[in-house]
């Protein structure tokens, strides 16, 4: 394999996990907090057509990046409302919520599929971002190097920081959380919004980092994918920039088979496309095989606080 | 572990100051551990001292401490003491609840004793006897129930042999080589320190946990120790579970409803796949007239009754059932008192009727009353049954707290 | 400062667990108009279109029965499962796959002719569908792997088996190189019920179905086991009812039934397989079985509300020129109004002060 295919497929990868990567850190941290919010998807969806927008009228794509997050962060409320302030089941709510991020990006894009944004450039200069070799480094968007910040970023928070320590016990044990005198709920709050910012954010790659256009449903179950991943990771940030590429590597793979013209082109173009959902499913399995997997999982996952009971 | 002693912190520590006091009150206690691992990958008993070293960093004057041993080994009890006597040699003060006798002698300068809340007498334990101390807690002076004279037993009916559990979590007790036999018209009593098996046991009994010894349990010769709880039921085995709510009943459905989740084979009210809702009514509006249970009628969702009332709908709904073998644990754990003496009659008759009877309480004078035999279950295993008349209280209390009547003696 | 509490009601207020749904319905529509408005939209029309027109155009009726089968059968399915607590949310590939297995059959006899054709057709969907519904069931039980994602992800692959189906084994050698089956042969086509419509024999299969599963639900102990096994798991395993045999079964007979209507829609409207068969009723049926709580009565009104959204959908498109997608978002904020609601059958609210909270 040559150098020049070598770095493309690197590229290639970054950039293609690079929204799961963010969605699935916004979706870890509130799993942390205790709350299970099947949501992401459907926040992906609004940041997407939020970004879009914005892009398509002023052309900024750092606004863009800020609207979307807001607008994740608007849709997670609504999730947080009904579930933290109203103990509505989450699963349901985190289903209505994507049923809802599908159909209201689609009611919002409405005439505006076929219209091309420009990408987000690189963020280096040009000599760096694009040199043969060196764009392996440098040459991917602010998008990409945020994600990166985020992992550690994260990691540090939920590690070393006594606010993240206060999210775990929140997530771990609810009622003792509560008698040391933490808000349950506030955190809670906390950690659905910075998952929807993120998700929003997530959202946003598409039209700004891969695809220069709105399409429907164009996040393609990236967002469930991401749920999957923080499964896959046992909760822990770096773990999931491992999964994320992997799975980067999967989506990608197509191309490079097809250019290759070995054996593996034969494989139908729609198995292709299947291949990230049955690897999720693949991984999924191997993970429970190993079985301190789910014991790593918050203890208070998805349930309702209910501090009266 | 870190984490979890700095969460009970005031103030915000930097966590290599934290680690380094944590050490340094480690090794002055000798109490050792790796502040690094997972709360969730110790045991109890180390999970214990990470509360006594939290409690330590905070460098008390009075240290309250209750029931602290109910989940360690011996050797752990013994290193906990080591500490204590450091501390109280440095002047702080402990104030240490127990109802372990030869822990009060092994350790205590001066001993309180209590019973139902009301001071009893105020002692120096180095100068009385394990015995004389249960004496005052127990109490002497309990009414004995007064059964038919003249009571014969029949053949042996439920034969346990043998019976053990595996450990299913960190906090499960299990039941290790239990054996005994109950015979027809006979109840057995078995008293316990909560934690000490008693879960499991029943659980192993009524066919939840099922076992992989077909004998290790049979009924009138007949092996059931593989069968699950339908099976069991359909054998003339049925059991009450500690928790009403959400395990002997379901909160959400009606009585009716809740009538059918155990009676639903014995009684018929099966068929062909369908349930016979009337069946289930009319057996309901029994158990609510026999056991004056308080509720507006058998559509009545059992989540809104009291605790009282739920338990003796359910303990009507399996006496009735006529079970030939009925285990039960806690039968009038928290029921007011004329509620408990209708329970207790209904098993007195239920076992004067030929049934063979296990009572698992956690009170004493429930079982002295209610018992023909009785047997102290500790860190899941069981002490040999022995008649009520023959057992003094002392030797309970003694094989509560683990002492074992050789030793007492 | 005033503070709101909650308080748990002794017993689930009936009046609350039927009223909710039609609250929610109906606060949909208010608070539909208003946003809509807001957003710059005909909000007052669109609601107009899409909830009132499909009742008093008549003609549209016949579209009503047609969009409601489907969405009842499966949501009468998941219904079941999600009473057992039991989240099988790939019902879309469960009647994806019960679609392309009609179809296997439709194709392998399309030669032959015979009555039995359209019933070995409707029991390939079933079965179909209830083994792709094994597929998570197992893992579940086996394995202890969410059945959420699992079903989920299955759902995006059975969506590119119809593209692979369609564009290579089973294409139409004379459809002009079009990506889908050829159509049925008559034997295969689930037949018109009335005359001169296009009313097919799965709308009354869909109120059957519904019928049953309510009997058995009701009065069986099948149906027993599956609501203490969701209420109650403890009690349930006291009860001498197995939690992996629930899960087993409430995802054979949810997948079946998607299955079912995965059948019904290829040998109906349909009558081909072609690339746009997922048309989100399995999704939308998630939907409809809250909408009807989880009752499978409460589902055939479930799927009539939301069928009316669809036909309305429809119409709004072609009167005033909304995109067919505000119906998924009026769809949404029922299913959010109505998990808002759903508080209040279990608890009250109360209102109190600091103190009396202090007291407390």
Not at chain 1, 107 to 121: D, E, K
Request: hydrophobic share 50%; charged share 15%.
């Amino acid at each position: 394999m040559s150098t020049d295919l070598l770095i493309a497929i690197i590229v290639t990868v970054v950039g293609a996990s690079t929204p799961i990567l963010i969605a699935a850190l916004g979706e870890l941290v509130v799993e942390k907090s205790g709350v299970l919010n099947l949501g992401v998807e459907g926040m992906m969806l609004i940041g997407a057509i939020t970004a879009f927008l914005v892009t398509f009228f002023t052309g900024n794509h750092y606004l863009a990046i800020l609207v979307a997050a807001a607008a994740g962060v608007a849709s997670s409320l609504i999730f947080g409302f009904l579930t933290l302030s109203l103990s509505a089941n989450q699963t349901a709510t985190g289903l209505a919520l994507t049923i809802f991020g599908t159909g209201f990006s689609a009611l919002a894009g409405q005439g505006y599929s076929a219209r091309p944004v420009t990408l987000l450039g690189p963020l280096f200069p040009a000599e760096l971002a694009s040199h043969p070799i060196w764009r392996v480094l440098f040459g991917y968007s602010a998008l990409v190097y945020f994600a990166f910040a985020l992992v550690i970023g994260v990691w540090w928070f939920l590690k070393r920081s006594r606010a993240g320590l206060i999210l775990r016990a929140v997530g771990e044990n609810d009622l003792s959380a509560h008698s040391i005198g933490y808000s349950v709920i506030g955190v809670r709050y906390m950690a659905v919004m910075f998952g929807g910012a993120m998700a929003g954010i997530a959202g946003a790659c598409f039209p700004l980092l891969l695809t220069p256009q709105w399409a429907e449903r164009m996040t393609g179950g990236r967002g469930w994918i991401a749920v999957a991943l923080v499964v896959f990771a046992s909760w822990k940030p770096f773990r999931l920039l491992a999964g994320a590429y992997l799975f980067g590597l999967v989506m990608t793979m197509e191309l490079y088979a097809k250019a290759s013209g070995g054996p593996l082109s034969a494989i139908p173009a729609e198995l292709w496309a299947a291949m990230p959902y049955l690897a999720t499913v693949v991984v999924l399995v191997l993970i429970s095989i190993r079985r301190d997997a789910s014991t790593n999982a918050p203890a208070c996952l998805g349930k309702p606080f209910l501090p009266a009971n | 572990m870190l984490e979890n002693i700095a969460l009970g912190m005031d103030s915000k520590i930097p966590s290599r100051e934290l680690e380094a006091r944590i050490r340094a009150v480690m090794n002055q206690y000798g109490l050792l551990l790796d502040p690094h691992r997972t709360v969730a990958t110790l045991s109890v008993g180390e999970r214990q001292r990470i509360e006594i070293v939290r409690a330590l960093l905070l460098e008390p004057q009075l240290l309250i401490m209750d029931e602290p041993t109910s989940v360690l080994t011996p050797q752990e009890v013994e290193q906990l003491f080591t500490v204590l006597r450091k501390l109280a040699a440095e002047g702080c003060s402990i104030l240490y609840i127990s109802h372990k006798l030869h822990e009060i002698k092994a350790l205590c300068d001066t001993a309180t004793i209590l019973r139902g809340g009301k001071l009893v007498d105020t002692c120096d334990p180095k100068q009385e006897t394990s015995r004389s101390m249960a004496e005052k807690m127990i109490g002497t002076g309990l009414k004995d129930i007064v059964k038919a004279e003249g009571r014969t037993f029949g053949p042996p009916k439920l034969v346990v042999s043998q019976l053990s559990t595996v450990k299913a979590g960190h906090f499960d007790v299990p039941v290790d080589g239990v054996s005994f036999t109950v015979r027809a018209g006979e109840i057995l009593g078995i008293a316990g320190v909560a934690g000490n098996g008693q879960n499991a046991l029943l659980d192993a009994l009524s066919g939840e946990i099922r076992g992989d010894d077909r004998e290790a349990i049979t009924i009138d010769g007949l092996g059931i120790g593989m069968m699950d709880t339908t099976e069991r039921r359909r054998n003339g085995l049925c059991a009450v579970p500690e928790e009403r709510n959400g395990h002997a009943a379901v909160g959400e459905f009606s009585l009716s409803d809740n009538s059918v989740l155990t009676a639903r084979d014995r009684l018929g009210m099966v068929v062909m796949g369908l349930i016979n809702g009337g069946a289930a009514k009319t057996y309901t509006g029994k158990v609510i007239a026999d056991f004056a249970v308080k509720a507006l009628g058998p559509g009545s969702m059992a989540g809104s009754l009291s605790g009282g009332n739920l338990q003796k709908y359910i303990m009507g709904r399996e006496i009735l059932q006529k079970p030939s073998v009925l285990v039960v644990s806690q039968p009038t754990w928290g029921v007011d008192a004329g509620a408990a003496a209708a329970i207790h009659q209904a098993l007195v008759d239920l076992a004067a009727a030929g049934s063979a009877i296990v009572v698992i309480s956690q009170d004493l004078d429930e079982l002295r009353a209610l018992s023909d035999t009785l047997a102290v279950i500790n860190m899941g295993r069981l002490s040999p049954a022995r008649p009520v008349k023959d057992v003094s209280v002392e030797e309970i209390g003694l094989l509560m707290g683990g002492v074992h009547g050789a030793e007492a003696a | 400062m005033m503070q709101f509490r909650l308080e748990k009601r002794r017993e689930p207020s009936k009046a609350m667990l039927y009223g909710t749904p039609i609250v929610a319905v109906l606060l949909t529509m208010i608070v539909g108009a208003i946003l809509f408005s807001l957003i710059g939209f005909d909000g007052v029309g669109a609601v107009r279109e899409i909830f009132i027109t499909p009742f008093t155009n008549t003609y549209k009726w016949q579209d009503l029965g047609v969009k409601a089968a489907p969405l009842i059968i499966i949501g009468v399915g998941l219904s079941i499962a999600y009473r057992a607590n039991v989240w099988n949310i790939g019902a879309e590939g469960q009647y994806v796959v019960g679609g392309l297995a009609a179809t296997g059959v439709a194709l392998a006899t399309y030669q032959m002719t015979g009555w039995w054709i359209l019933p070995l057709m409707i029991l390939a969907g079933m079965a179909g569908g209830a083994l792709y519904g094994a597929i998570p069931a197992l893992l579940r039980t086996r394995l202890g792997v969410n059945e959420i994602l699992t079903s989920l992800m299955l759902t995006y692959v059975s969506v590119q088996a119809i593209y692979y189906l369609v564009r290579a084994p089973w294409k139409d050698p004379m459809g002009m190189g079009f990506p889908q089956t050829r159509r049925f042969a008559a034997d295969a086509l689930l037949p018109n019920i009335l005359p001169g419509t296009i009313v097919h024999a799965g709308v009354p299969i869909a109120i059957i179905v519904a019928l049953v599963a309510w009997f058995v639900m009701s009065r069986s102990v099948f149906g027993y086991q599956m609501r203490v096994v969701g209420a109650a798991p403890h009690a349930a395993r006291y009860g001498g009812f197995s939690e992996n045999r629930t899960i087993w079964l409430a995802f054979l007979v949810s997948g079946a039934l998607a299955g079912l209507a995965g059948a019904l829609e290829v040998s109906g409207p349909f009558q081909r397989m072609v690339p746009g068969f997922p048309t989100n009723y399995g999704f939308t049926a998630i939907i409809v079985a809250f909408l009807g709580r989880l009752d499978p009565l409460g589902v055939i009104f479930g799927g009539l509300v939301i069928a009316v959204t669809f036909v309305g959908g429809e119409i709004a498109q072609t009167s005033i020129g909304l995109s067919n997608s505000a119906t998924g978002v009026f769809q949404a904020m029922m299913l959010f109004f109505l998990l808002a609601g759903d508080l209040l059958v279990r608890y009250r609210i109360r209102r109190v002060t600091p103190q009396a909270e202090a007291r407390a």
